[in-house]
C-alpha cells in the first residue's frame, strides 16, 4: 500500500509520517522544500521525499497528474487552501486512490453560535482563510456524496507540540508571555479573559488522520475535528499556568481598544484573530466514528510545549 503526504515536513507530518510507516504504507513525502521534521524518527530513513513548488505546478494543471503518477492509494494532503486546488486534485485521482484526506481548520466555523461546536454546526466563516477551508470542505463533501469520490476532511485547533510556540494566554505568539508568567509579573488580558482557545497536539491530530484511514468506512464523507478534549479560556489558561510555574495569578484585564495599545501590532492582529473565532470545538463524532482517543488535554500539550522552549533556552527565565 501507497500514501503520499502532500506537506509532510510541517508539525502535522512529523507524527504522521512515522504513523504510516508503522501501518506498513510505503510512503512519499511530497513538499516545497527537503527539510527535517520536527521530531527525529527512524521512519524517516525508508520515506521517500520529493520536491514539488505546488503553486507553479497548478498554473500549469500540472500538480494533479504529479500525484496520481505515483500511483497512490491514499492521499493526506496537509497544504490544500482553495477550492481549485481540491477540484484540480480531485480531478486527477477520481477512480484512482482508495482515500482522499484533506487538512481543514477550525476557522471554517468563523464565529461560535453554540458549544462546543459540532462538524453539523452550519459554517460562518469570515476571514480569507476560513471561507477559503470551508469552501474546499464543501466542495469535497459534496464530491463524496455525488461521485463517490473517498474523502475525509481533518479540522485541527491551534496546533502544539515541541519545536514551536503555542498560542499562548494572551491569543497571540508573542513568548514574553510565558516569560512574564514565569516571574509571577503581571500579565494584562483584552476584555474579561473569557475567550477561548482551542489546542491541538500534532501528535492528535495526526491521530486522527491515522484513524480515518483504519476506519475508511466510517471516515469517507465526513468531517473530523482534531483538537483536545476541552478547551480553554484565556483567564483559565493564564491562571493555570502561573500555577505551572509556581507563581500565584497576577492578571489584570483591560477593554480591548485600551488593551491593543499596549502590545505590538503584530500581536494585536494574532490576537483578534483568536478571540473573534475563539474556538471550543467537540470531538465526539471523532470518538463515535474512528475511536479518536487524544493523547493530550490543551495544557499537557502547552506545557510540552513550553518545556521544549524552557531546555532549548528560547524562553528567558
Not at 6 to 19: A, D, W
Not at 85 to 112: D, F, N, P
Not at 148 to 155: D, E, K, R
Amino acid at each position: 500500500m501507497r500514501a503520499v503526504v502532500i506537506g509532510g515536513t510541517g508539525h502535522i507530518g512529523t507524527y504522521l509520517i512515522p504513523g504510516l510507516v508503522e501501518l506498513g504504507y510505503e510512503v512519499t513525502c511530497v513538499s516545497l522544500k527537503d527539510r527535517s521534521p520536527f521530531q527525529e524518527h527512524k521512519a524517516w530513513n525508508v520515506v521517500k521525499q520529493i520536491e514539488a513548488d505546488r503553486i507553479e505546478d497548478e498554473k500549469k494543471g500540472a500538480f494533479g497528474a504529479r500525484i496520481a503518477a505515483l500511483s497512490p492509494d491514499v492521499v493526506i494532503d496537509l497544504i490544500c487552501f482553495t477550492a481549485d486546488s481540491a477540484r484540480e486534485i480531485v480531478t486527477a485521482l477520481s477512480g484512482k486512490v482508495r482515500h482522499y484526506l484533506q487538512c481543514g481548520s477550525m476557522w471554517v466555523h468563523g464565529h461560535s453560535t453554540q458549544v462546543p461546536a459540532t462538524e453539523a454546526l452550519p459554517r460562518h466563516p469570515f476571514c480569507e482563510y476560513g471561507k477559503n477551508k470551508a469552501a474546499v470542505e464543501a466542495y469535497l463533501l459534496a464530491e463524496a456524496q455525488r461521485t463517490g469520490f473517498p474523502a475525509t476532511v481533518v479540522h485541527p485547533g491551534h496546533l502544539v507540540g515541541p519545536g514551536w510556540a503555542p498560542v499562548n494566554p494572551a491569543g497571540n505568539f508573542n513568548v514574553a508571555v510565558f516569560e512574564k508568567i514565569a516571574r509571577g509579573e503581571e500579565l494584562s488580558l483584552p476584555n474579561f479573559g473569557m475567550e477561548t482557545v482551542h489546542h491541538a497536539h500534532a501528535q492528535d491530530v495526526a491521530q486522527v488522520f491515522l484513524k480515518s484511514i483504519i476506519n475508511w468506512n466510517t471516515s469517507v464523507g465526513e468531517s473530523f475535528q482534531a483538537v483536545s478534549p476541552g478547551a480553554l479560556t484565556l483567564r483559565g489558561y493564564a491562571e493555570a499556568m502561573y500555577a505551572w510555574f509556581g507563581q500565584t495569578p497576577n492578571l489584570r484585564f483591560m477593554p480591548w481598544e485600551q488593551w491593543k495599545t499596549t502590545v505590538s501590532e503584530d500581536d494585536v492582529r494574532a490576537t483578534e484573530d483568536h478571540i473573534r473565532h475563539s474556538p471550543n470545538g467537540s470531538i465526539a463524532k471523532g470518538q463515535r466514528l474512528i475511536n479518536y482517543c487524544p493523547r493530550y488535554t490543551s495544557l499537557q500539550a502547552i506545557q510540552e510545549s513550553v518545556q521544549w522552549l524552557i531546555d532549548h533556552k528560547k524562553l528567558k527565565i
